[in-house]
């Protein structure tokens, strides 16, 4: 029997193969058995191409709308056009708050698709010989009319807020009184408890600010429980007073066998395992701080406090400057050969995270100068050392105790974590408001401007996680170190880069990328059936639910960025973007204030931009409060804590007020 195989001619079309019964080689291109089978080359070889029909998700402003051929047209935030058919009916649906039902919105689509309205399509490709069809199945609309946001509602981010404590409050204490021994890091995706039995010190404070926000914001005693008892089992179990070096450090958290408990004194996790990381200490203060903020009671203050001189004595490098990651458990020591790859580094948490944990909101508490030198410190490190616009629009996050670069470390190696660009713009923003100066703004908007389109999804909205920082030759593309899924904590971080940035600087760009990434967010990440939030979602918007990115509870997830981004948010959101009042709840013991001085400043904002507008003590109004100096006068009662509650409001222009 003869044989032949499809070959190429000299120009490069299929060769014309013998009639007859063909025996294919398993290493040669199929046979062409007819004339309808002959095709060019780049038709049948091109690589990559796509032949195949595959979902996906566009996020895009509404340019064109024809109800007669169900037509719509869309543009991403790049500016791509694309034509989405309607044809086959797709569901539609009004973005929606947890605990709130589904909105149908598909019997007023005709009206809703007006030009301009921001929206997520989840369509269906069809490639074709001509162009590809694009046909949606879904939509998801996040306002009732162009240019208007469910989450811009006044109550939105409040709202969300006390359901997320709730499903943490019931995860974890059930409906009995809030008892911390029977506390566990890891929360299966409903809440349900794993078999593990460590209890973390870090995620154990990040639970404590979550209930101690969610009391500022609704005023509910219930959290504030939560959050006072988490403090005290904290300060009792996690805590290590050292009256020798006059410092407090904290355990890396407990083992719980039964009525055994086993103290782990240092970090249990590869990165940092028999270290005492710098950033585990700082997320030990977030919780108590937070709650420091709302009670005022000194004892928390004195350990922050001890902790701090923990950080200068031995974590601060006093030749080059910033902070070391690392010391060692027995000598307190960076150098230590113990550390190994931990010994003299410095990256973004040891001298970044600072800030947002806990050294804010002691200085917002406190109003203390300390505070603020240590702020302006860190910030001025920041900007000094981690901007890299000669390599690479992202930063750099690791360092040798020379400040040279570590570009091998662990897995981070030479790459970028989106998030911490967007929390260095969204930090130095805030600090623009309290010590202003030329490198912190154009530092933050410098990033600002940059992140989008390397960071960023310009297709189906939301943002990346880890990239690699320098471009490959001839590469357009920041490569993804591991995948392309969403994290929902660096999701909070460009809606709080953005917000605030527009709020400092009123550019309407800042407010566009802002709006995007609420929208993203508040579009996939909510659990509408269990509760609570995502870890993470694919790029597309589905949730990814598998290993430890399926659970509620981690290592990395309780409560501390969900509570945060609903918190600021709402500050941001109301205050300084829409000029509405907002609320704020506390409960110190007068007697337990400096000069009986409470301070309600929500954030450091812009002097002068936000003012209280009214107070009331125990339920009563109450009129000594300096409206301009956010402050309210407390006289000792000798009964306790009294519950405050102020009103901010968004201060009229000067010249302006009464």
């Not at 191409?49 to 869309?74: E, H, K, M, N």
């Not at 507008?613 to 402050?631: K, N």
């Amino acid at each position: 029997m003869r044989r032949s195989h499809a070959g190429l001619d000299p120009d490069g079309t299929v060769a014309e193969v013998s009639q007859g019964h063909q025996e294919q080689d398993p290493h040669q291109d199929p046979v062409v058995t007819s004339d309808k089978d002959v095709h060019t080359v780049t038709d049948r070889i091109e690589p990559n191409a796509v032949r195949f029909t595959f979902s996906d998700t566009i996020a895009g402003y509404v340019t064109a709308y024809d109800p007669a051929t169900r037509l719509l047209r869309l543009s991403t935030s790049d500016g791509r056009p694309f034509e989405v058919s309607l044809a086959g009916a797709p569901a539609a649906e009004l973005l929606r708050n947890l605990e709130e039902p589904y909105t149908d919105a598909a019997v007023h689509l005709d009206a809703m698709l007006e030009p301009g309205r921001f929206l997520f399509a989840h369509v269906v490709f069809y490639p074709g010989t001509d162009c590809t069809r694009v046909e949606a199945k879904r939509l998801v609309l996040p306002g009732r009319r162009t240019g208007a946001y469910r989450f811009e509602e006044a109550d939105w981010w409040i709202r969300q807020l006390e359901s997320i404590a709730g499903f943490y409050r019931r995860a974890q204490f059930g409906d009995g009184p809030v008892d911390f021994t029977k506390y566990r890091t890891r929360l299966r995706l409903g809440g349900d408890k794993t078999a593990s039995h460590v209890q973390e010190t870090d995620t154990i404070s990040r639970l404590v600010y979550g209930m101690a926000t969610a009391f500022m914001l609704t005023g509910n005693d219930t959290y504030l429980e939560v959050a006072e008892k988490g403090t005290a089992y904290l300060r009792e179990h996690m805590r290590v007073v050292d009256p020798e070096e006059d410092v407090v450090y904290w355990y890396h958290g407990l083992s719980i066998d039964g009525d055994t408990e086993k103290k782990l004194f240092t970090s249990e996790f590869a990165d940092d395992y028999d270290a005492i990381p710098m950033y585990e200490q700082i997320y030990a203060l977030a919780g108590p701080v937070q709650t420091y903020r709302v009670t005022a009671d000194p004892r928390i203050r004195s350990d922050a406090d001890a902790t701090l001189r923990l950080f200068e004595k031995f974590f601060l490098d006093r030749e080059h400057g910033g902070y070391f990651s690392h010391i060692d458990p027995i000598l307190l020591r960076a150098d230590h050969d113990s550390l190994g790859p931990n010994q003299g580094r410095k990256n973004w948490n040891s001298i970044g995270d600072h800030a947002p944990a806990y050294l804010i909101n002691l200085y917002l508490a406190t109003g203390d100068q300390r505070y603020a030198r240590m702020l302006e410190y860190t910030f001025d490190t920041i900007v000094e050392r981690f901007p890299d616009p000669k390599n690479s629009p992202f930063v750099q996050e690791r360092f040798h105790r020379d400040w040279s670069p570590d570009t091998t470390h662990g897995w981070q190696q030479d790459r970028a974590v989106v998030g911490h660009n967007l929390k260095i713009a969204w930090n130095l923003a805030r600090m623009q408001s309290l010590r202003p100066k030329p490198e912190y703004l154009d530092t933050a908007v410098g990033i600002a401007e940059t992140m989008p389109a390397v960071g960023s999804d310009r297709q189906r909205g939301g943002w990346y996680d880890v990239v690699e920082r320098v471009l490959r030759r001839g590469e357009p593309w920041h490569r993804f170190t591991w995948q392309d899924r969403k994290a929902w904590w660096q999701q909070e971080q460009a809606v709080l880069a953005y917000l605030i940035l527009y709020g400092t600087t009123g550019r309407h760009t800042f407010l566009r990328e802002a709006r995007q990434a609420e929208a993203f967010y508040n579009a996939f990440f909510l659990d509408h059936d269990e509760g609570a939030v995502y870890f993470n979602v694919l790029a597309g918007g589905t949730p990814y639910l598998l290993g430890t990115e399926r659970l509620k509870g981690s290592h990395s997830m309780s409560m501390y960025h969900s509570a945060e981004l609903c918190y600021l948010a709402a500050v941001y959101n109301n205050l300084l973007i829409n000029g509405r009042h907002l609320d704020l709840w506390f409960r110190p013991d007068p007697a337990g204030l400096p000069g009986g001085l409470l301070r309600v400043s929500p954030d450091l904002l812009p002097p002068g931009a936000v003012r209280i507008a009214e107070a009331d003590v125990d339920g009563a109004p109450y009129g000594d409060f300096d409206a301009e100096g956010l402050t309210v006068r407390l006289a000792p009662t000798g009964t306790g804590p009294v519950k405050v509650r102020v009103r901010l409001e968004l201060a009229p222009p000067t010249g302006e007020r009464s």
